[in-house]
């Protein structure tokens, strides 16, 4: 079977280039479907299945309005929205199987937020002038593949021919190379981690892959908890075992970890089982103590290695926390609930060890239980987190979670 490609760009000001490039992946042996999200026109070189007054009709923007203005800017962010809410649509009525586009920055912008609007696994490809350095926002928590253009996306050279055609191949090798279905697939279960809680998470792991779960480990450093939560959201996730959640103290205390406000929410979301722990709450993480804020200088610090300085949370930030823990709980489609530790909740928050601090950790549970609905289950345990009790009865109320999931669905 032939695949079939989105073609996506500007047509408006690159039809040249995406001629040559429609006609490499013909030539290649595939179908092409042109998604246009050029807003002062369009070509008369190829046929174009979607033309850019459906893209920002999306987005609930009008394209003459647009134009009138004149104003790139608010042109370009609304063809962004409009194609990622858009492009999942497309390629499931349209069964497409790849998407390629190429651009400058304003260009791979666009077409890079229509991409990262797909599930990891999707082949997804643009050839770009931005394809080096910092690609973070063009790419996210996706496998977007940004190919350099070497020469300026403009005309077709001796350079330029050679990139686009190659770009061509390789969108279509990985169209036609989705690997086969397995008969042992495993129920995935993706897990959070921090160094202050690596022992209790790997004899979590052991367990649940002895009991025939996959598990895939984050490291709670902010795009870790970003990535396993968009994971979730493709839906490529069965339960998440979140034990460190230490990314929620650098979202209310400024820290170099923050993943977010929306950390906590893609399990109930999803409507999957979702244990939550309050491991590693007790620290803000920075870099060398130098970067620490002037404002924190009078507070607890810890230096873990010369790159990492911790910040012992008080007892402020703690009720905080629990505040943002309990919204998204109470918010989850699914079974959830909470384990928490009553003898620290990382190694350093261990009796006698430096950020050691009962009444910060009891503020957090406090608070937590006030807001939290009755009927999401909350158990407290007398072990740090990194005992074996611990870990133990987070399998078991994991695994319980999940058994529930399954007689309701």
């Not at 490039?21 to 046929?47: K, M, S, Y």
């Not at 991409?115 to 770009?128: D, E, I, N, Q, T």
Request: with cysteine; net charge neutral; proline share 5%.
């Amino acid at each position: 079977m032939k695949p079939r490609i989105a073609l996506v760009g500007a047509f408006d000001s690159k039809g040249a280039e995406y001629a040559y490039l429609r006609e490499a992946l013909i030539a290649q042996g595939a179908e092409v479907f042109a998604v246009n999200i050029g807003t002062l026109g369009t070509t008369d070189r190829f046929p174009v299945d979607v033309e850019a007054e459906a893209v920002l009709a999306t987005a609930g923007e009008d394209l003459v309005r647009l134009r009138a203005a004149g104003d790139r800017g608010p042109a370009m962010s609304a063809a962004a929205r409009g194609l990622a809410a858009l492009l999942p649509r497309l390629v499931a009525e349209n069964h497409l199987s790849g998407i390629i586009g190429m651009g400058g920055t304003g260009g791979t912008s666009v077409i890079t937020a229509g991409m990262r609007a797909l599930p990891v696994g999707f082949p997804k490809l643009c050839v770009s002038t931005a394809a080096a350095g910092d690609t973070a926002s063009y790419v996210g928590f996706k496998d977007i593949i940004l190919m350099p253009s070497i020469v300026d996306i403009a005309g077709i050279n001796r350079i330029s021919r050679q990139i686009l055609w190659r770009a061509a191949g390789a969108i279509c090798g990985m169209a036609r190379s989705a690997p086969p279905p397995s008969a042992t697939d495993k129920p995935v279960i993706a897990a959070s981690m921090f160094g202050n809680t690596t022992r209790c998470v790997g004899a979590c792991r052991a367990a649940l892959e002895t009991a025939g779960f996959e598990v895939l480990v984050f490291h709670a450093t902010g795009v870790g908890g970003r990535t396993m939560e968009s994971l979730v959201d493709d839906g490529l996730i069965d339960a998440v075992l979140d034990l460190t959640t230490t990314e929620l103290a650098d979202t209310v205390a400024g820290g170099v970890f923050d993943a977010g406000p929306d950390r906590l929410a893609a399990p109930g979301r999803r409507g999957i089982p979702h244990l939550i722990s309050n491991g590693c709450i007790d620290m803000v993480n920075f870099g060398p103590r130098h970067t620490v804020p002037a404002r924190y200088a009078a507070r607890l610090l810890h230096e873990w290695n010369p790159s990492v300085t911790l910040m012992r949370t008080n007892v402020e930030e703690n009720i905080a926390m629990a505040r943002a823990f309990a919204a998204k709980a109470n918010a989850a489609a699914g079974p959830v609930a909470f384990l928490l530790p009553l003898r620290g909740v990382s190694i350093l928050d261990g009796d006698g060890q430096p950020f050691c601090d009962r009444e910060a950790d009891a503020a957090f549970a406090r608070e937590l239980k006030r807001l939290l609905k009755p009927s999401i289950p909350l158990v407290e345990i007398d072990a740090n987190i990194n005992d074996d009790a611990f870990s133990a009865k987070a399998v078991e109320m994991l695994r319980e979670l999940i058994a529930a999931r399954r007689r309701t669905t």
